[in-house]
């Protein structure tokens, strides 16, 4: 579809449907760790609802940013922490 919604995951162009959030559209293009703890640990979307801060990317250059309940939008740019 001509509609669809072109953005970048750590430099890699995807495209997903309009009503898309960022977190269902990394987990559907392979990406299923979207952060390190502290400690190093891989952390991925738990909740999908923006309680438990799993799903914290950085957006647009603003890091801790909620992905699950984040709409994609054409030209953004989405980077794991
Ligand atoms: S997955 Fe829990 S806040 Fe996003």
């Known amino acids: ?6 953005m970048t995951i750590d430099g890699r162009e995807i ?3 309009p009503g ?12 299923h760790s979207f952060r390190e703890s502290p400690n190093g640990d ?5 909740c999908g ?3 438990c801060f799993e799903c914290r990317m ?9 992905t699950c309940n984040l709409l994609c939008a054409d ?5 794991t922490q």
């Not at 950085?58 to 909620?66: D, K, P």
């Not at 030209?75 to 980077?79: A, D, K, Q, R, T």
Request: charged fraction near 20%; hydrophobic fraction near 45%; glycine fraction near 14%.
């Open 1 to 6: 579809m001509s509609d669809r919604i072109r």
């Open 15 to 17: 495209a997903v449907e």
């Open 20 to 31: 898309t959030t960022v977190a269902a559209a990394l987990m559907m293009n392979g990406v």
């Open 42 to 46: 891989e952390r991925g979307p738990l």
């Open 49 to 51: 609802m923006g309680i």
């Open 58 to 66: 950085t957006v647009n250059g603003a890091s801790g940013v909620r």
């Open 75 to 79: 030209g953004m740019e989405v980077s």
